[in-house]
Nanobody, 123 residues
């Protein structure tokens, strides 16, 4: 059973930065894609970005392009989400998830989930 564990959340002022980490327990070949999601209060879960372990392929939704960066450290089995220029609307619980698929079509492709980490951005 693959396990993912998020860390790095917290309280930050608007305009600040946070780096989230997702530690993955299984070898990288079994979950070629790792994605970051968030769920804000009263909203649906939202796919923010995903990446292949090789780092060759990344995807971002428009609202985080230029502010968030997803990256991998295969030696540490860890995926990061660097979040800059944070806004109050970025307040949410952030999750990482793994997919065995080489091409991602949507949230349903992700089958292994972490417990989430809270990010709160104060205005």
């Amino acid at each position: 059973q693959v396990q993912l564990r998020e860390s790095g959340g917290g309280l930050v002022q608007a305009g600040g930065s946070l780096r989230l980490s997702c530690a993955v327990s299984t070898p990288t070949f079994s979950r070629p894609h790792i994605g970051w999601f968030r769920r804000a209060p009263g909203k649906e879960r939202e796919l923010l970005a995903h990446i292949l372990w090789s780092g060759d392929s990344t995807y971002y939704i428009d609202s985080v392009k230029g502010r968030f960066t997803i990256s991998t450290d295969s030696a540490k089995n860890t995926v990061y989400l660097q979040m800059n220029s944070l806004k109050s609307e970025d307040t949410a619980v952030y999750y990482c998830a793994g997919s065995w698929r080489l091409e991602i079509s949507g949230t349903a492709d992700f089958t292994s989930w972490g417990q989430g980490t809270q990010v709160t951005v104060s205005s």
